[in-house]
């Protein structure tokens, strides 16, 4: 059974940053590419970023460019998003989710058939 779990979300103050972890099991990991979103009070589901199998390839939204980073450690089966310079815009819930390499843009939520609970990030100002 595939679980996926998030971790380090929390309050920080504008211009702070944070470092969210998901880890995955129940798969073999490095089969599996990976996705971050995040969805605010009222609005759609957004993708975040994403990183290919290997790590090699990495793809940010326009509005977190430059000041997010995505991560893989295949061997810890974990993915990180290392967040800086935060925003209150960035106040969301977080998610991290998980599938095989698929055609089709990669910020597509039903792309993905795994997803984690959630960790909640908020940014005060």
């Known amino acids: 059974q595939v679980q996926v779990v998030e971790s380090g979300g929390g309050l920080v103050q504008a211009g702070g940053s944070l470092r969210l972890s998901c880890t995955a099991s129940g798969l073999t990991f490095d089969d599996y590419v990976m996705g971050w979103f995040r969805q605010a009070p009222g609005k759609g589901r957004e993708g975040v970023s994403y990183i290919s199998r290997s790590g090699g390839s990495t793809y940010y939204a326009d509005s977190v460019k430059g000041r997010f980073t995505v991560s893989r450690d295949n061997a810890k089966n974990t993915v990180y998003l290392q967040m800086n310079s935060l925003k209150p815009e960035d106040t969301a819930m977080y998610y991290c989710?998980?599938?095989?390499?698929?055609?089709?843009?990669?910020?597509?939520?039903?792309?993905?058939?795994?997803w984690g609970q959630g960790t909640q990030v908020t940014v005060s100002s």
């Open positions: 989710a998980a599938d095989r390499p698929f055609t089709g843009f990669v910020f597509t939520p039903a792309k993905y058939n795994y």
